[in-house]
């Protein structure tokens, strides 16, 4: 999903409160796993694309990158089936989305790395998103946010 508002004030409280630990969780995101024909390909890709490295021990069954507390992995499957975007026969199932200072140079480098632009939201102020895939097919979008500034520390949010 897109960030298209703001949250409001109930929400923005219990937010900040998990950020800040202040809700005693029982459950904790651990990895989001992707299925693939090719693991190592494909962590390979997103390794380049995040600019994080492949984590030890990834093989050909199974592979990923760590992004903070989250391992973004890679399961190979036999018989792999890609999403057809925006087709509902193998429809997608998720998909990730990447905030970026520029689309230009972003799209130009993932498109280097083995990405197809399938469809472009950009409006004529330079602000959206675009729907790529990936080199197994799984779409994600290069967004670009009005109000978003980048610090040292990542992207901050108006």
Same mark, same amino acid.
């Given at each position: 999903m897109h960030r298209t508002g703001r949250l409001d004030a109930a929400q923005? =409280?219990? *937010?900040?409160a998990l950020l800040c630990g202040k809700i005693n969780q029982m459950l904790q995101l651990l990895g989001f796993i992707i299925d693939c024909p090719d693991s190592m390909k494909l962590a390979a890709f997103y390794s380049e694309v995040?600019?994080? %490295?492949?984590?030890?021990?990834?093989? =050909?069954? #199974? %592979?990923?990158?760590?992004?903070?507390?989250? =391992?973004?992995? #890679?399961?190979r499957v036999e018989d792999y089936r890609p999403p057809i975007w925006? =087709? &509902?026969?193998? +429809?997608?199932?998720?998909?990730? &989305? #990447? /905030?970026?200072?520029?689309? /230009? +140079? /972003?799209?130009?480098?993932?498109v280097k790395l083995g990405a197809t632009l399938q469809k472009d939201f950009i409006g +004529?102020?330079?602000?959206?998103?675009?729907?790529?895939?990936?080199? %197994?097919?799984? +779409? #994600? *979008?290069?967004?670009?946010?009005e109000g978003v500034t980048w610090t040292d520390k990542g992207v901050v949010w108006p």
């Open positions: 923005g =409280d219990i *937010c900040y995040t600019g994080r %490295a492949i984590m030890e021990g990834s093989h =050909d069954s #199974f %592979a990923g990158i760590t992004l903070g507390e989250i =391992d973004l992995t #890679f399961q925006p =087709d &509902d026969e193998h +429809p997608k199932q998720y998909h990730l &989305d #990447f /905030e970026v200072d520029e689309i /230009e +140079p /972003e799209q130009r480098r993932v +004529p102020e330079g602000y959206g998103w675009q729907v790529y895939t990936d080199p %197994a097919g799984h +779409p #994600f *979008c290069l967004c670009r946010h």
